[in-house]
């Protein structure tokens, strides 16, 4: 009987197997990335980020287009003249000056600035719940402009974590912002108007 002699067959070549795993790396890859993009979601809603390395307020306001020069309003629930209430009809300004709520160059909050921020925080419960909460810091125009900046963002760290350490405002709503001299109230030019720029705002804008 004749023998029949069977080749084995060729093995694919190594480059070959490469090839495959590259492949299958890359559409993992592609499919992982897909899901993370919708797990961000398409709300477009923008995250404030502060210093605190703290949650913060998750919200559509634009920052950059609070007018600090709205109009003064009479606010009934607040009797006290170092308190300073303005309002546009969209969102309400309390500004206190550093005087109140601070030492000279300082950032600690004064015993005065406390009793200041409650009454803040009770009308802010009272009547603005939920609402979405920015603290900014401004100072006048001496010394260096980074300085300044540095110093308004600890100004008005300090008010926020007083606000929600003992204001019973959740941190969630608030977020910082710090203006430095870059937003002036008053002329830096006299002593007067040095000191009315030294200052830190609390605007409220109302939960729609």
Known sequence: MAHLEVEPKPSRPWWLWLIFVLLAIFIVAMVFNK??????????????????NAPVAMTIVDWSTVDFDSEPQNDPDINDSDIQTRSNGTYTIYTLGENILFPSS???????????????????????????????????????????????????????????????????????????????????????????????????????
């Open 35 to 52: 899901c993370s993009n919708e797990k961000k979601g398409t709300s477009g809603d923008t995250l404030t980020i502060d210093s605190t």
């Open 106 to 208: 300082g950032s600690d909050l004064s015993e005065s600035g406390v009793k200041k921020l409650e009454k803040i925080a009770d009308v802010i419960k009272k009547r603005f719940k939920d609402a979405t909460i920015g603290v900014f810091g401004s100072t006048d125009s001496t010394g260096p402009a980074n300085e300044n900046k540095e110093l308004g963002k600890e100004r008005a760290v300090s008010v926020k974590e007083w606000l929600t350490q003992n204001g019973d405002i959740a941190i969630e709503q608030i977020s910082i912002q710090s203006l430095g001299e870059t937003e002036p109230v008053a002329t830096n030019d006299t002593k007067s108007g040095r000191q009315q720029n030294r200052n830190v705002s609390i605007v409220v804008f109302p939960n729609q």
